[in-house]
């Protein structure tokens, strides 16, 4: 069983910038594959972000490449999510989610343990 706790989430200003962390738990941390998805009012769930497992190859939604960058830390067993030049469209509830292998995927049924959520809020 993997635990994930997301933290950084905030209120910011349009052009501002913010860094999500995710802490999971267990010793598989770094085999694993790693995503950040998000969810706005009333929309679904969609993908953000992803690193693999091993190599660290990391995948962007086209909306955030070039703003938004996933990075992970195996000796703290923690992701990253460094935002910047947010947009008032970025605001949501942000996911962190490990899948059970190393390849990264864009699919949210592909991963296996979820965090609670942390709520981003971009200000026009």
């Known amino acids: 069983q993997v635990q994930l706790v997301e933290s950084g989430g905030g209120l910011v200003q349009a052009g501002g910038s913010l860094r999500l962390s995710c802490a999971a738990s267990?010793?598989?941390?770094?085999?694993?594959?790693m995503g950040w998805f998000r969810q706005a009012p009333g929309k679904e769930r969609e993908f953000v972000a992803a690193i693999s497992g091993g190599d660290g190859v990391t995948y962007y939604t086209d909306s955030v490449k070039g703003r938004f960058t996933i990075a992970r830390d195996n000796a703290k067993n923690t992701v990253y999510l460094q935002m910047n030049s947010l947009k008032p469209e970025d605001t949501a509830v942000y996911y962190c989610?490990?899948?059970?292998?190393?390849?990264?995927?864009?699919?949210?049924?592909?991963?296996?343990?979820w965090g609670q959520g942390t709520q981003v809020t971009v200000s026009s």
């Open positions: 989610t490990a899948r059970v292998s190393a390849t990264m995927s864009s699919r949210l049924y592909e991963y296996a343990y």
């Open positions: 267990g010793r598989t941390f770094s085999s694993r594959a």
